[in-house]
T-cell receptor, first 117, second 110 residues
Framework: GAVVSQHPSWVICKSGTSVKIECRSL??????MFWYRQFPKQSLMLMAT?????????EQGVEKDKFLINHASLTLSTLTVTSAHPEDSSFYIC?????????????FGPGTRLTVT | QKEVEQDPGPLSVPEGAIVSLNCTYS??????FMWYRQYSRKGPELLMY????GNKEDGRFTAQVDKSSKYISLFIRDSQPSDSATYLC??????????FGTGTSLTVIP
């Protein structure tokens, strides 16, 4: 099946620093990728849609200047959490839909656990 | 009204039981339906994918889609302790935007 990877899987950073999370589609091209955050025992919350070659689309309430998204190529999207604060500590997951002959499946990365101290 | 409704559970069953997980939705344009399994501190894993209506079977898992009732189900036969996880339903109309249920927490007791 399709594989989506994320790096790093776990990161601890100090308050005020920035953290970059990478999402890669390993065996297919993804013109669109999605970024989610998930708090313990809660469902996925869509943060933004990353579009290759254009600006990301952010969900209401998500600060675009704080969560910078760059879709650099058809296999790579990055999420940078700028000036991180403890309340940004969460599980960040990316996903990419793969479409073949008009049918679409969405594959998730393994997630990145961010802890801001 | 939410796009997708899913009973969060928790659901607890004995090993070997048949598990039924369900989601309802409101958007009649949805045509791609997915079930994911998520273990604690891991990304969701795609279990089943169904396009349009009908049934799909893969080993112990069966996915059903009833578009007339806007209702989808995932059945797990001969449930195992390793099936203990959170199960998420997801759906999409055109493959460019996906809507998720809140997830159902399942525990299979040995």
């Amino acid at each position: 099946g399709a594989v989506v990877s994320q790096h790093p899987s776990w990161v601890i950073c100090k308050s005020g620093t920035s953290v970059k999370i990478e999402c890669r589609s390993l065996d297919f091209q993804a013109t669109t990728m999605f970024w989610y955050r998930q708090f313990p025992k809660q469902s996925l919350m869509l943060m933004a849609t990353s579009n290759e070659g254009s600006k990301a689309t952010y969900e209401q309430g998500v600060e675009k200047d704080k969560f910078l998204i760059n879709h650099a190529s058809l296999t790579l999207s990055t999420l940078t959490v700028t000036s991180a604060h403890p309340e940004d500590s969460s599980f960040y997951i990316c996903s990419a839909p793969r479409g073949e002959t008009g049918e679409y499946e969405q594959y998730f990365g393994p997630g990145t656990r961010l802890t801001v101290t | 009204q939410k796009e997708v409704e899913q009973d969060p559970g928790p659901l607890s069953v004995p090993e070997g039981a048949i598990v039924s997980l369900n989601c309802t939705y409101s958007n009649s344009a949805f045509q791609y339906f997915m079930w994911y399994r998520q273990y604690s501190r891991k990304g969701p894993e795609l279990l089943m994918y169904t396009y349009s209506s009908g049934n799909k079977e893969d080993g112990r898992f069966t996915a059903q889609v009833d578009k007339s009732s806007k209702y989808i189900s995932l059945f797990i036969r001969d449930s195992q302790p390793s099936d203990s996880a959170t199960y998420l339903c997801a759906m999409s109309a055109y493959g460019n935007q996906f809507y998720f249920g809140t997830g159902t927490s399942l525990t299979v007791i040995p």
